[in-house]
């Protein structure tokens, strides 16, 4: 099928559809491959599903449908003003779905199409670009030693809590360059407003005073652009302090999740996935291929959290897109269409086809960066302890996320692998030693809480999010 295809028949609308599958359906799946497989039998490569209850989208599976949709920004707005739900106050005013998709947009690339979008998006780009990759290694290394340490001495612990979010969290506020003791504060207000537990509203109000005082502080105190806050407070293109604040307030929500995600799947495939774990530990394949093959086979951003809006009506076959619908990009499905496949194992040498990291104007522009800290990351957790999953493999349960796809615990014995007095093996990108092997007591571990006891459940399933603190 095509975007543009031949009508035939009364049309599928949103509005008609009663059993609207839920979006987390697919991520909580054991393969959601098979979930997005019978979406796509029943309504072909467009499909309705619901965000969270009361928000439906049409949910794109095909990879040649999403690449045409993400790149026309005329057509597909991603100005949240243009959901039809947000105009029509459809939704309640705490809906979780707001947090990506507001009916006020924030003043970054993310929330706007065409002119504006290109002028809020220049300074993300040239701060990323300056932002030195030894500082991301460096700060990312120390981050994961500090969760290590904050594990404690039981010999257990979740690496999805105690680590992988934390150290996605933590490697994204020091690349905004927010120091440590307010990076602990932003960590634990995300981990209020994930829960909507009391005092999520104070939280947010707290992350943006935050925010908005590291860039007031940057531009004070003229310090060098080697951090993205830094960075951009000297961009010419932005307008007001705000626009910063908006602008890196994506990259501490969306961007720490997603690399959270990438390492509990990257840790997931050590401990749980027979067939990669062989090839991994016989040396057939290595770290880098494990996280491209995560990319590729079981994309851990699954849905993108950025839908777009159809700016007019606009016909699928049998669908029809209305004027202020919501879109939802399914990129792990559209890895898997096979018209991006040969079935020879030789022509997939190489193929960098997939869309993991989106593509057209709103594209990511931060993978080098975000496979700087998830393979620095992964390295410095398996230089440091020795893990067993203790839950069978088969008994690793998804989390209920409409986006990511990643494991929502991973219980693990651990032995410490360094000992007193033997030399650190460096990780790849790794220039000077972070730690004294042995060593754990460090000025930040006090403030650093011990591994939070195991799942909190999620009040609502569709606002699930990786929790980094308890
Ligand atoms: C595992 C890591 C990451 C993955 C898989 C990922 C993936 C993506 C994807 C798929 C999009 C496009 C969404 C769409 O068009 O529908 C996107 C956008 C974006 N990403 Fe990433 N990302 C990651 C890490 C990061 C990091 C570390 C940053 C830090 C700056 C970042 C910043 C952004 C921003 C600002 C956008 C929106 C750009 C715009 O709308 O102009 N991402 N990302």
Redesign the pocket.
């Known amino acids: 099928m095509t975007v543009q295809m031949m009508a035939r028949g009364t049309p599928i609308e949103l509005a008609n559809v009663a059993d609207l599958t839920p979006l987390t359906a697919t991520t909580s799946a054991a393969d959601p491959q098979v979930v997005y497989g019978a979406l796509m039998k029943r309504w072909g490569v467009v499909a309705p599903v619901e965000i969270e209850p009361g928000a439906p989208a049409w949910l794109v599976m095909g990879h040649a449908e999403c690449i045409d949709m993400?790149r026309n920004e005329a057509l597909y707005s991603?100005d949240p003003r243009n959901w039809r739900w947000n105009y029509e106050n459809l939704l309640a005013p705490d809906a979780p779905v707001k947090t990506f998709s507001p009916d006020v947009p924030r003043a970054?690339?993310?929330h706007h199409d065409g002119e504006t979008?290109r002028r809020l998006?220049e300074p993300?780009d040239y701060a990323?670009d300056a932002l030195p990759e030894k500082d991301i290694v460096r700060y990312t290394e120390q981050v994961s030693v500090r969760a290590i340490d904050a594990l404690g001495r039981s010999g257990s612990a979740d690496l999805v809590r105690g680590f992988a979010s934390r150290v996605g969290f933590l490697s994204?506020a020091a690349?905004l360059g927010v120091p440590d003791k307010p990076a602990m504060q932003l960590m634990r207000d995300s981990a209020l407003i994930s829960t909507h537990r009391p005092g999520a509203k104070e939280a947010r109000e707290r992350i943006g005073a935050t925010l908005m005082d590291q860039v007031q502080q940057a531009r004070r105190s003229g310090r060098p652009g080697t951090d993205?806050i830094a960075a951009m407070v000297g961009h010419p293109n932005f307008e007001s302090d705000d626009e910063v604040v908006d602008s890196v307030a994506?990259?501490l929500h969306?961007?720490s999740m997603?690399?959270g995600?990438?390492i509990a799947r990257v840790l997931h495939v050590e401990l749980a996935d027979a067939r990669f774990r062989a090839r991994w530990i016989g040396g057939r394949i290595g770290l880098e291929d494990v996280m491209q093959e995560v990319?590729w086979r079981d994309?851990?951003?699954a849905n993108?959290c950025?839908p777009r809006y159809a700016m007019e009506d606009v016909r699928l076959g049998d669908i029809l897109i209305r004027k202020g619908d919501a879109i939802v990009?399914a990129?792990s499905a559209a890895n898997h269409d096979p018209r991006v496949h040969t079935g020879d194992s030789w022509d997939e040498v190489g193929n960098k086809s997939h869309?993991?990291?989106?593509t057209?104007?709103?594209?990511?522009?931060?993978?080098r960066?975000?496979l700087l800290?998830?393979r620095t990351a992964v390295e410095v957790i398996q230089r440091e302890l020795d893990l067993t999953l203790t839950i069978p493999a088969d008994d690793v349960q998804w989390a209920p996320s409409p986006w990511v796809r990643q494991p929502l615990e991973l219980p693990v014995q651990f032995k410490r692998a360094i000992q007193r007095g033997t030399e650190l093996p460096k990780t790849s990108y790794q220039r000077t030693s972070v730690r004294t092997p042995g060593q754990v007591a460090r000025p930040m571990e006090a403030q650093w809480p011990s591994t939070a006891p195991p799942g909190t459940a999620p009040e609502r399933a569709s606002s699930w999010w990786p929790v980094t603190d308890a």
């Open positions: 993400m991603r970054g690339s993310y979008r998006r993300l990323l994204t690349m993205l994506v990259p969306a961007a997603f690399l995600a990438w990319l994309a851990h951003v993108s950025a990009f990129i869309i993991s990291w989106g057209g104007p709103h594209a990511c522009p931060a993978p960066q975000a800290i998830t």
